[in-house]
Each structure stands twice: as structure tokens, then as C-alpha cells.
């Protein structure tokens, strides 16, 4: 069983400050991994996607992925009040022919 | 690039209906293409697979006689939920990909049956 974990939040920070959200998988196998963010009510919307290990960067973005240690984060620079959303971790493999394992998603709160 | 639309947004109907749910991928041609179902404050639910011009792959537990999907061409894939009833009400999501690259979500249907 391929599993996704993420805690769930909420997880609180100031206006201005860095949010680290983290992504741990079981699948030793897997090749992809995405962020997606969805605000209340919405769909997910793709964030970042990110193949290799090390950092990959995109605006106030950037993906972590430590493929030895199993983990995946997210972290967002000058955090916005509109970047309050849940934020879906999801993991895809060779062997699960690619279909993404979401984890629950962690919820985050920028407060002014 | 890479818009999926939904059609409907909303849907209302009584309890015993069909309604189906149209997914497009507008801008690409999309091999595979997701089901998935929410209900409020939970997570996504894989409801089943679909590539196209094949059968679809269902998920555990999910009843495929109930949840007809169809992936007809490379742009369309169609979700009907049959015969539905109260329990049945959940936000329907769909997202495509080409290949097996990066998925994209559709807006997603709210589906309400009284």
C-alpha cells in the first residue's frame, strides 16, 4: 500500500514569513512528485512538480525532495494571507503506472 | 496551456436520476484521464481510471455500475452517476494528463441530489 503522509494543520504563520509544508511517502520507487494547492470549495491547482533530488525553485516557491530520506517539501516565501489553502502532496511511480497518490493535505493559514 | 473544464459546475436533480458529468481537455490531448469524488473536508478519493478508447480501472469499492465512465476520445471523458441518491451528493473532480505527465483538475461539478 503506497502511502502519502502530510500533517493535516492547520499550520499558522504571520504575514511576510516562510511556510514549510512536508511530504513523507513510503514507495521507495517513486519517480514524480507535485504540489498542488486547493482553496476551500475549489478544485487543486498544480503548484510545482519536481523529479530530481535537491531544491527546485518557481516565485515564492520551492520544492524539496530528499529521495534517500523519503520527503518532499514545499516552502513559501513571504507567506500571503491569499495563500491560505490546503496543499496536496501527491506521489506517482513507474510501478503504480503513474496514477498519484495524494496525501490529505495540509492546511495552511497566513494571518495578516 | 493545459485547461481541463467541467461541465456542469452545479447540478440539482431527484433522487433516482442519472446525471452525467462531461470533463474536456482543451488545449492537449488527454491519454488518461482521473475521477475523483470529495466530500466536505476530506480528501480526494480516487474514484477510477480512464484511458482512452479502453475500459475504465475502478477503484476499490466503487461501484462501476453505478458510476459509468466513458472515454471516448482524447479530449472528452464523460462520468454519469446513475441512478443517485442523497448519499450520492459530493464534489466530482476530473483531472487529464497526457502521457504520464503532470495531471491537471478540472474545476470540478458540486452535485446535490434531494
Not at chain 1, 80 to 97: M, R, W
Not at chain 2, 5 to 32: M, Y
Not at chain 2, 75 to 100: K, M, W
Amino acid at each position: 500500500q503506497k502511502e502519502v503522509e502530510q500533517n493535516s494543520g492547520p499550520l499558522s504563520v504571520p504575514e511576510g514569513a516562510i511556510a514549510s509544508l512536508n511530504c513523507t511517502y513510503s514507495d521507495r520507487g517513486s519517480q514524480s512528485f507535485f504540489w498542488y494547492r486547493q482553496y476551500s470549495g475549489k478544485s487543486p491547482e498544480l503548484i510545482m512538480f519536481i523529479y530530481s533530488n535537491g531544491d527546485k525553485e518557481d516565485g515564492r516557491f520551492t520544492a524539496q525532495l530528499n529521495k534517500a530520506s523519503q520527503y518532499v517539501s514545499l516552502l513559501i516565501r513571504d507567506s500571503q494571507p491569499s495563500d491560505s489553502a490546503t496543499y496536496l502532496c501527491a506521489v506517482s511511480s513507474s510501478g503504480g503506472s503513474y496514477i498519484p497518490t495524494f496525501g490529505r493535505g495540509t492546511s495552511l493559514i497566513v494571518h495578516p | 496551456g493545459a485547461v481541463v473544464s467541467q461541465h456542469p459546475s452545479w447540478v440539482i436533480c431527484k433522487s433516482g436520476t442519472s446525471v452525467k458529468i462531461e470533463c474536456r481537455s482543451l488545449d492537449f490531448q488527454a491519454t488518461t484521464m482521473f475521477w475523483y469524488r470529495q466530500f466536505p473536508k476530506q480528501s480526494l478519493m480516487l474514484m477510477a481510471t480512464s484511458n482512452e478508447g479502453s475500459k475504465a480501472t475502478y477503484e476499490q469499492g466503487v461501484e462501476k455500475d453505478k458510476f459509468l465512465i466513458n472515454h471516448a476520445s482524447l479530449t472528452l471523458s464523460t462520468l454519469t452517476v446513475t441512478s443517485a441518491h442523497p448519499e450520492d451528493s459530493s464534489f466530482y473532480i476530473c483531472s487529464a494528463r497526457a502521457g504520464i505527465e503532470t495531471q491537471y483538475f478540472g474545476p470540478g461539478t458540486r452535485l446535490l441530489v434531494l
